[in-house]
């Protein structure tokens, strides 16, 4: 079956320091990999996305991944964090043609400021 | 994109009775879902709502515990049945626009049961 790691479940920084947050996933056929956030009291919404092309790509929020298809990740980053950005993140795959994500189990990141 | 909401919010009911969830969809989507949340574990996907027709149910969530209805392409509800204290949890609706589009959440349903 499918399934989708995030290796670090709960994160503390400091403003300003750098963030990379793992993501790995075991399907390997062709996928659209994304990730959301959640910022607290607020719904789930999307941070970035991959479908084709550029495997750097860039989302809301300074924020940046980068799709590595031989090692089967996607992690996240962002080289200054905010306390703003205190969040709860996920990591999804969709196998290509597929509709329904799989999600991982979430990061809780806090940002101290 | 969709904004969907979802109501209630949040609820606390009394064990052995059933609480709808309403999911509505300002724009039309291809597929709906229904999602479960609990505390420091990922989202597990009960159920893909299908339009005028049963939904399909993943593994370990039955129809008679959680009965599902979508009418048509932006609205669907969700019946968590006969609660027990177990089904604490919050409950997300979410909807895509077909394969390659991202999925949008609602703002979830926190249900406490006593």
């Known amino acids: 079956a499918q399934s989708v790691s995030q290796h670090n479940h709960h994160v503390i920084l400091s403003e300003a320091a750098s963030l990379e947050l793992g993501c790995n996933y075991s399907?390997?056929?062709?996928?659209?990999l994304f990730w959301y956030v959640q910022y607290p009291g607020q719904h789930l919404q999307l941070l970035l996305k991959?479908?084709?092309?550029?495997?750097l790509v860039k989302g809301i929020k300074g924020f940046e991944a980068e799709f590595i298809k031989s090692k089967f990740s996607f992690n996240l980053r962002k080289p200054s964090v905010q306390w703003s950005d205190t969040a709860e993140y996920f990591c999804?795959?969709?196998?290509?043609?597929?509709?329904?994500?799989?999600f991982g189990r979430g990061t809780s990141l806090i940002v101290h400021p | 994109s969709a904004v969907i909401s979802q109501k209630p919010s949040r609820d606390i009911c009394q064990r052995g009775t059933s609480l709808t969830i309403q999911c509505q969809v300002d724009?039309?989507?291809?597929?709906m879902f229904w999602y479960r949340q609990q505390p420091g574990q990922s989202l597990t996907l009960i159920a893909t709502?299908?339009?005028?027709?049963?939904?399909?149910?993943e593994s370990g969530f039955v129809i008679d515990k959680f009965p599902i209805s979508r009418p048509n392409l932006t609205f669907s509800t969700l019946t968590v049945s006969n609660m027990s204290p177990e089904d604490s949890s919050i409950y997300l609706c979410?909807?895509?626009?077909?394969?390659?589009?991202?999925?949008?959440f609602g703002q979830g349903t926190r249900l406490t049961v006593v």
């Open positions: 709502a299908n339009q005028g027709s049963e939904a399909t149910y």
């Open positions: 979410s909807a895509t626009g077909g394969v390659n589009t991202e999925a949008f």
């Open positions: 399907y390997g056929g062709t996928v659209n």
């Open positions: 991959y479908f084709s092309g550029d495997p």
């Open positions: 724009s039309q989507v291809t597929m």
């Open positions: 999804a795959v969709n196998p290509g043609g597929s509709y329904i994500p799989t």
